[in-house]
């Protein structure tokens, strides 16, 4: 079945440091690729997405990478602040028309450190 | 954005119970929505798929009859987990789709169960 795995799981770096997450989905099919942060108890939160005909997106301090042959993605955060922290979850999906659904990784828990 | 408005946001109920949460779509028309749970430091994993006006797609593992779930409006549906077990304690999470591509998924505020 589907299937999306997510590296590392978890994640610690220096303030103003760079922070790279990796995801790899197994599902061709799939076409959406959204991260998302969420903090302890919260809902998750939309960072950014890329869809299967971009290969890369970029906003602000965070950036998304997408490499449809070799089926992964990556989330990349430079100028790492505090704030931060959380857990990011990659996701996947097929189709654009809002009946697919996303399948997560398994989380990356991003520390921050002053 | 759009808003996905879920209650309760924490319950707690005695083990036997059933337990029932609503997920509302305020600003859009969702004819499918999608239930998660996920436990402590674990990821979303997707429990079902629910549609408005029939059944809903349960995925492998799920018990249909465990976890009802009714997706009578365009707006709302609803899960309800039967005879709760302290094993059936999560954080529930409902989303849907909206947007011009319909690609953005929105969530819920989640519910925390703690069956005790």
């Known amino acids: 079945g589907e299937n999306v795995e997510q590296h590392p799981s978890t994640l610690s770096v220096q303030e103003g440091d760079s922070a790279v997450i990796k995801c790899t989905y197994s599902?061709?099919?799939?076409?959406?690729f959204p991260w998302y942060k969420q903090e302890l108890g919260k809902r998750p939160q939309l960072i950014i997405d890329?869809?299967?005909?971009?290969g890369e997106k970029k906003d602000q301090r965070i950036a998304v990478t997408l490499n449809k042959t070799a089926k992964h993605f990556s989330l990349h955060i430079t100028e790492t602040q505090p704030e931060d922290s959380a857990v990011y979850f990659c996701?996947?999906?097929?189709?654009?028309?809002?009946?697919?659904?996303?399948?997560f990784g398994a989380g990356t828990r991003l520390a921050v450190h002053p | 954005g759009a808003v996905v408005s879920q209650h309760p946001s924490w319950v707690i109920c005695k083990s036997g119970t059933s337990v029932k949460i609503e997920c509302r779509s305020l600003?859009?028309?969702?004819?499918?929505m999608f239930w998660y749970r996920q436990f402590p430091k674990q990821s979303l994993m997707l429990m079902a798929t629910?549609?408005?006006?029939?059944?809903?797609?349960?995925e492998q593992g799920v018990e249909k009859d465990k976890f009802l779930i009714n997706h009578a409006s365009l707006t709302l549906s609803t899960l309800t987990v039967t005879s709760a077990h302290p094993e059936d304690s999560s954080f529930y999470i409902c989303?849907?789709?909206?947007?011009?591509?319909?690609?953005?998924?929105?969530f819920g505020q989640g519910t925390r169960l703690t069956v005790v």
């Open positions: 996701a996947a999906s097929r189709g654009t028309g809002g009946y697919n659904k996303l399948i």
């Open positions: 599902d061709s099919a799939s076409n959406y």
């Open positions: 890329i869809r299967s005909n971009v």
């Open positions: 600003d859009f028309q969702a004819t499918t």
């Open positions: 629910s549609n408005e006006g029939s059944k809903a797609t349960y």
């Open positions: 989303s849907g789709f909206a947007g011009t591509e319909r690609s953005e998924a929105f």
